[in-house]
């Protein structure tokens, strides 16, 4: 996926971030992604490794994705 990533231009790949006592083990971003319906605009993508799923631990997961994209989207690329 990385490499999938880096191919559709992700200009960097952060390692290892932590964010609010949560690891995320690779952050990419893109700056023109399409996701569909015409439109176009940044994108971040964070990954976390588990060793088991825990469906109670994944709302937390996305909630503090979320807040560590809207941190440091450019506002001039949010919509």
Known sequence: MLQR??????????????????RFNYI?????????LGMRGEAFFLFSEF???NLKGLKPLSNESSQWARA????????
């Open 5 to 22: 990533l880096e191919r559709l231009g992700s200009p960097e790949i952060l390692r290892d971030e932590v964010y609010k006592g949560r």
């Open 28 to 36: 990419a971003r893109t700056v023109d992604f399409e996701p569909g």
């Open 51 to 53: 060793a088991a799923i």
């Open 72 to 79: 440091r989207v450019n506002p001039s690329a949010a919509g």
